[in-house]
């Protein structure tokens, strides 16, 4: 044996011996669980999986089937799964990946395991069609076998969480598209389920490969901090023991931490720096009923007994025990005063809560021998319920889908009572016409007001908790085009939008009857491309509105629109060049006009030989190449990407940007990854926000910082005062994001300016 056979032996015994420890780590798990005790069928899926990826590899190097052994056991240790998700999950890629089918795991395993694997190579696979967005359809197609065997989207949502664990391995334009559609789906999806704890890892993933400096940043804080949030908890939690000790419970006091993707994202909504956000630090007391009927009781005791030790803030009481959400979520969560000054929220639950809040559905799935769940599964069908009706009616866009599938996915709870005194969960933010969809649809499409505890309010009245509402309605009401504005549930969107499509078929009849026939009077056809020209010079985003505008008489057909399809352009009128699509580059306004009409042709166009893998670099010299839409002005120093829109242009947006975020979801093979070369040669605009005490010379002491200290140009400032306190923006010529910082700094040492945000 030559020393290459050696090292190739060595090299499969060695990666042997991998793929059988992580097995048997899986089985020991297993077998350390409360579930009967199924072993055989477990190993003889593994060997099953294990031949039929036998050679394949990963793109970090390691064997495939440490994959499906990894999505095994996050289904086995981190959900509590039994013996068919965990064969379920050792299966899941061999039908989609090897020549296996689900007859044949079916013959082999059952019918259960089968289904299951059925359903997960279904959301995997498939043909799209042009205009649907891969995503979107996987998701469909999730939330549908979803109603067959909620075991479905629980291995999906470990395949998901292993994915995004092994991450690295993948392009950046992957990374992005991944994270993207993990926060966007995946991780409300897994909150809905309940999952806590796995809702928060996704995050947390996806908030790491999408802005590793600020990811690194609130990490690097956070672990210089946690010496005085030790002390902190301890000084807060000893006074707690002492007083549960006497009551003679069995309990744990953990500290629960902010993750990093929840501070990030509250600093960016809320406009603060990291040292401004002060619930960070949270307490969990998890205690062992001494009667498992009575754990309410004892919760509320609990409460009694600490609440004599600290004051409690009178608004922060959050009663989860007799309303629990509909993922199953049970605690009882108070605020309160510290002796150090600071509010501090203590949740308390017991361990069989715990186990629900980490676990979710997953913690209540009782199975018996081949058969469905049969438990607790009340909150669950009726959010499932919701679902098929969006389902039943699906959007014909599918952003428009994954929208209204999303507003129920992330919505927080709130409980309303009808005039008999039934209670109604509905999300947090909804309205009276939201309810009344909820109740039932004719109710929602012939309703004129309602009255909210026995007033009067209008439709777009928004509903808080404990709130009783009547709804009024009349026959001769039908639904408007502008409820679609203030209705927030996904429900009620669903109708909505059902009934205004019906509506809206003839009159899309009758406009694009009028379309033929001015076609037809000017010598020409209707095809693809007019329609896209047409769509274009109106404005408007898809041919149905088209033809409803032009059926509603919103839109006349005349000259100028003969002119756009014969590629006559007006000069004088025509807005359209490169400065459109960088709108805050200036420069010298007159040396650049001239060209400006065909500097609209130099836009970058991607052809067969693109690279994808390779990051898009942005200079001085490729900016006017590319589209920099309205929705999130990106300036140099910004997390970027790239998407390819319909005209294969590439649009570079800020990674965080909404728009971007939807783009990653359902067009994920469209994005690109980019990056900034500029040497700070150009200007782009950004906005800042100052808030502060008035006194005299405060705008002298800003324009003192910018304009001498910094040297930069003021191009605008607006001041309000009242009452003392003023606020304003000023709007600055910069190079990149890191001037906008050095800003901000500077501006913070001024006396009485209180708060400094960044907008843009």
């Known amino acids: 044996m030559d020393e290459h056979d050696m090292k190739e032996a060595a090299r499969e015994a060695a990666e042997d011996k991998l793929i059988t420890d992580a097995f048997q780590h899986l089985l020991d798990t297993y077998l ?40 095994a056991l996050i289904a086995c240790e981190e959900m509590g799964l039994g013996s068919t998700s965990i064969c379920a999950a050792l299966l899941h890629d061999v039908v989609e990946d090897t020549d296996y089918t689900v007859d044949d795991i079916e013959n082999i395993f059952g019918t259960k395991i089968a289904q299951i694997v059925d359903g997960l190579t279904k959301i995997s696979g498939g043909i799209f069609g042009d205009k649907a967005s891969a995503q979107a359809e996987n998701f469909k197609k ?152 009575e754990e309410i009781n004892e919760c509320f005791n609990i409460y009694v007994a600490i609440s004599r030790i600290y004051k409690s ?31 501090i929220e203590v949740q308390i639950r017991s361990d069989h809560m715990d186990e629900v809040a980490e676990q979710g559905f997953a913690a209540h799935w ?64 909804c309205t009276a016409l939201d309810f009344a969809f909820q ?24 509903l808080n908790s404990g709130d009783q509402v009547e709804i009024l309605i009349s026959k001769s009401q039908h639904v408007q085009p502008s409820w679609i504005n203030f209705v927030s549930t996904a429900k009620a969107r669903a109708k909505i939008q059902a009934i205004l499509r019906r509506d809206n078929r003839e009159v899309q009849k009758n406009g694009e009857d009028v379309l033929n026939t001015w076609l037809t009077n000017n010598s020409l056809e209707l ?19 088209l033809f409803l505008y032009l059926g509603d008489k919103k839109i006349i057909l005349g000259e100028k629109d003969l002119d756009e399809l014969h590629g006559k352009v007006n000069k004088e009128g025509n807005t359209s060049g490169w400065r459109r699509y ?87 093979n469209r994005i690109l990854d980019a990056k900034w070369d500029m040497h700070k040669q150009m200007y782009f605009d950004a906005t800042i926000e100052i808030r502060g005490i008035d006194r005299k010379g405060m705008l002298q002491d800003v324009a003192e910082v910018i304009s001498s200290r910094m040297d930069l140009n003021i191009h605008k400032i607006t001041i309000n005062s009242d009452e003392g306190i003023f606020d304003g923006s000023i709007e600055v010529k910069v190079h990149d994001r890191d001037e906008v910082r050095n800003i901000m700094e500077n501006l913070k040492d001024i006396d009485d300016l209180q708060e400094v945000m960044q907008i843009m």
């Open 32 to 71: 350390a669980s409360r579930h009967r005790k199924k072993v055989d069928i477990i190993t003889k899926a593994f060997n099953f999986a294990r031949q039929a990826h036998k050679g394949v590899r990963r793109l970090s190097g390691e064997p495939y089937i440490m994959h499906p052994i990894a999505v």
């Open 142 to 293: 999730l939330l549908l076998t979803m109603s067959d065997d909620i075991r479905v989207i629980l291995i999906k949502i470990c395949d998901r969480l292993h994915n995004m664990r092994t991450l690295v391995s993948q392009p950046a334009n992957k990374q992005y598209k991944i994270a993207g559609e993990t926060l966007y789906i995946y991780a409300p999806l897994a909150n809905r389920l309940g999952l806590n704890k796995i809702k928060t890892e996704l995050e947390d993933l996806s908030f790491k490969y999408e802005h590793p400096e600020e990811y690194k940043t609130i990490q690097d804080k956070l672990a210089s901090t946690r010496e005085q949030r030790d002390t902190l908890f301890a000084l807060f939690t000893d006074p707690i023991r002492e007083a549960l000790d006497k009551i003679g419970l069995h309990y744990q006091i953990k500290a629960r931490v902010k993750s990093p993707y929840s501070i990030w994202n509250k600093m960016q909504n809320k406009h603060v720096i990291f040292e401004e956000i002060y619930d960070i630090l949270a307490v969990r007391i998890i205690f062992e009923p001494k009667v498992r009927q």
């Open 313 to 343: 803030h009178p608004d922060r009481l959050r009663d989860w025990l007799n309303h629990p959400k509909a993922n199953g979520y049970q605690a009882l969560h108070v605020t309160l005063m510290s002796k150090q000054g600071r509010w």
């Open 366 to 429: 009782k199975y018996k021998d081949g058969a469905e769940y049969t438990e607790d599964e009340g909150e669950l069908n009726d959010w499932l319920g919701t679902i098929k009706e969006i389902l039943d009616d699906p959007q014909p866009d599918a952003m428009d889908f994954l929208d209204s599938i999303k507003l129920n996915l992330f919505a927080s709870e709130i409980f309303v009572f009808t005039p008999k005194g039934e209670i109604k969960t509905m999300p947090a933010g």
């Open 439 to 462: 109740i039932h649809t004719f109710l929602g499409s012939h309703c004129i007001g309602a009255k909210v505890n026995h007033k009067l309010v209008p439709l777009s009245h928004k």
């Open 527 to 545: 095809t693809s491309s007019v329609l896209d020209k047409l769509c274009d010079y109106h404005d408007v985003k898809r041919p149905e509105d």
């Open 582 to 668: 960088v709108p805050f580059l200036h420069g010298k306004k007159n040396e650049n006009d001239k060209n400006e009409e065909n500097k609209i042709h130099q836009l970058f166009i991607v052809g067969k030989d693109f690279k994808k893998k390779k990051p898009v670099i942005i200079s001085e010299e490729t900016i006017n190449m590319f589209i920099f839409p309205a929705c999130c002005h990106p300036i140099p120093g910004d997390d970027i990407l790239g998407y390819m829109d319909n005209k294969n242009h590439i649009e570079i947006h800020k990674r965080a940007c909404p728009v971007a975020s939807r783009l990653k979801s359902s067009y994920g």
